[in-house]
């Protein structure tokens, strides 16, 4: 199956110019994308509520949207209120359904300077052909690594007791005249999971090594309950990256943009490029083909 992160920048191109389509036309034709800095109602994007035009963009999907934060963008007519809400977040969209989902705000720390804005990651159950994953759409902190290690702490801790805490629901119903689960069996809360956005740190890094680990013996190592960096299984091109900026006067080549994959995924990435060059956001887009197709995967470490 084929893979998509992209940081969107809410539809602003690298050449100044405000286009969704073109984005849109990006990502079409993938698996699962996952995308980042999706926004409704502010000024800068005429208003726009992006997920619902590039819901109508690319039409042959199912989807998902979750605020990192959400304000008042309401206004009165003739007398009377339009309730809007002025949002930023992330975007998950699917050919296969999206049995359920849910958003983890990050933790945030305020600053006096720069600009600082809340995180989050949407996180996607998908059932696909080899069996239940946890597919998120996650966008870190910009400012400080102090800041990033926080919310990879955060969102490691929820990834391991992801199957002890369950889905949406668990257990059988006791009132089944309220039909709570709808006729529908326990959803899975599987190990098995897919982190993908734009993480604003390098490979290396200290936000780097607390998600993969540093195993400079055993290169290959892969923990039932870690990650494995999917660049560091595949056959990564040369000059590899995901974004280019003007940094103390020279061009800096960074690959801030990630997939990470569950240890009891690594062997089955194929292969991970970068749509270089790109100018529909100051990001590139990921491409991540995996093998999702071959049954096997255990929805739990007992293999349930």
């Not at 975007?91 to 995180?119: A, F, Q």
Request: hydrophobic share 35%; aromatic share 8%.
């Amino acid at each position: 199956m084929k893979l998509i992160s992209y940081n969107i920048q809410y539809g602003f191109g690298s050449d100044g110019r405000y286009d969704l389509a073109r984005a849109a036309r990006l990502v079409d034709g993938a698996d699962i994308i996952a995308l980042q800095e999706v926004e409704r109602h502010w000024q800068r994007s005429n208003g726009d509520d992006q997920p619902e035009i590039l819901s109508r963009l690319l039409p042959d999907y199912y989807w998902v949207y979750g605020p990192a934060f959400d304000t008042d963008a309401s206004e009165k007519r003739d007398g009377r209120i339009v309730n809007r809400r002025r949002q930023f977040g992330t975007m998950v969209l699917s050919k296969l359904p999206i049995d359920w989902s849910r958003l983890h705000t990050l933790p945030l720390r305020r600053t006096l300077r720069p600009l600082n804005t809340r995180n989050a990651a949407l996180e996607c159950m998908i059932r696909t052909p080899a069996g239940p994953v946890r597919v998120f759409s996650l966008h870190l902190a910009h400012i400080a690594a102090e800041e990033r290690l926080e919310q990879i702490d955060y969102l490691l801790a929820e990834h391991r007791r992801a199957p002890s805490d369950g889905g949406p629901w668990s257990g059988a119903d006791d009132e089944p005249q309220r039909n709570w689960s709808n006729g529908e069996p326990e959803p899975e809360n599987p190990l098995a999971a897919i982190w993908l956005g734009d993480f604003n740190m390098e490979p290396g890094s200290a936000e780097y090594r607390r998600i993969v680990g540093s195993t400079p013996y055993h290169r290959g190592a892969a923990y039932i309950d870690g990650f494995v960096d999917a660049a560091a299984v595949a056959d990564e091109p040369g000059d590899f990256h995901t974004h280019e900026k003007i940094i103390d006067g020279r061009l800096a080549k960074r690959r801030l943009d990630h997939c990470f994959v569950s240890g009891m995924l690594a062997g089955r990435v194929r292969s991970i490029t970068a749509d270089i060059g790109e100018v529909a956001s100051d990001h590139f887009p990921l491409r991540v083909d995996i093998d999702l197709e071959t049954p096997g995967i255990a929805p739990c470490p007992t293999g349930r």
